[in-house]
């Protein structure tokens, strides 16, 4: 059995397929908050944008709300309704998938996130048609209830899915993929997601050689995922000034490891930017381009890591 770990895994399993019916009834706190709008941006590891990046924004209940295709310069905005909380996932060629998760708040009608998209591997992907259990990053419990959605690359919704007490799921597609809607040159994405973790998505790959289409997933086909505790994950803000101490806004932040792990994030018209979902460690923070600007830093659970401050010569 596979197993599945990433910093952006959020905690989603799914098990017993959601029949069609009513969509969920809003919270108060939902119904009372204005719309949105994200400024979304897809970045590459070493901070460089992607172009003509997929985002689509998902509902608490997993089904898409808006999508867009970012610029050249891997941005683009969408309008989101007013809820308590979104998904947002960034797909792209020759890239593996990522998940946010936006947090609305009472006057604040403007979300920013910054995606990174790592290139795409042979590894990591999740046999087709989906199926295996969730467990907690914190230990080896099993989530109950997490979301799993299956989306086309382009967003468009195929399956959704929550776990069962086992923290099991399956995503049996009926729905065959035919003609260039179905985009078959592209993988599709599952998406998981569950309260206190962080999202994660990951490319649907092609059964093994030889597993007939209509063949039931069995265990050896199993995927196990493990999700993130938010709890276990630290956050990074800092500044970019000049020389003489002038912030600088637009700039590119990376943050990066020994092992591949990167985040990406702009500095905004302050020049500050904050990178949350990092895991406790210690971390390269540079400017996107500038070796000469590279500091390292140690990041804390809790919200305890100290602020990084970059100065563009």
């Known amino acids: 059995m596979g197993t599945l770990s990433t910093m952006a895994a959020v905690a989603v399993a799914v098990g017993a397929l959601l029949a069609p019916g009513p969509r969920p ?7 009372e908050l204005p719309p949105a709008t ?7 590891p070493d901070g460089r944008p992607v172009p003509r990046a997929e985002f689509t924004l998902l509902g608490p209940d997993g089904r898409p709300l808006a999508r867009a295709v970012a610029d050249e310069e891997g941005a683009c905005v969408l309008r989101a309704p007013g809820r308590a909380g979104y998904l947002l996932v960034a797909t792209a060629d020759a890239a593996r998938p990522a998940a946010a998760e936006l947090a609305p ?25 989906p199926a295996g259990i969730v467990r907690d990053g914190g230990g080896t419990a099993p989530l109950r209830g997490a979301l799993a959605v299956l989306l086309e ?3 468009t919704l195929v399956r959704i899915a929550a776990t069962d007490a086992d923290g099991r799921f399956s995503l049996r597609d009926a729905r065959p993929r035919t003609g260039a ?5 592209r993988p599709r994405v599952l998406v998981v997601h569950s309260p206190g973790h962080r999202p994660a998505a990951f490319p649907v790959g092609p059964p093994p050689p030889g597993t007939p289409a209509s063949a039931t997933p069995g265990p050896a086909r199993e995927t196990t995922v493990v999700l993130t505790r938010r709890a276990d994950l630290g956050t990074l803000r800092g500044i970019v000034t000049d020389r003489q101490g002038v912030p600088q806004g637009s700039v590119r932040v990376t943050v990066t490891d020994g092992s591949g792990i990167a985040l990406a994030a702009v500095t905004g018209p302050d020049g500050t930017c904050r990178l949350t979902g990092l895991p406790t460690g210690r971390f390269h923070v540079a400017v996107a381009g500038r070796r ?3 500091v390292r830093i140690a990041v804390f659970a809790d919200d305890r890591s100290e602020a990084f401050r970059l100065e563009l010569s």
């Open 292 to 294: 000469d600007t590279t």
């Open 181 to 185: 809607a179905g985009r078959p040159d």
């Open 25 to 31: 009834r809003p919270s108060r706190r939902s119904r």
């Open 105 to 129: 708040e009472p006057g604040r009608p403007v979300l920013t996130a910054t995606l990174t998209l790592p290139p795409s591997a042979s590894t990591g992907r999740v046999a087709a048609p």
């Open 38 to 44: 994200v400024h979304a941006y897809a970045a590459r």
């Open 153 to 155: 690359a382009g967003g």
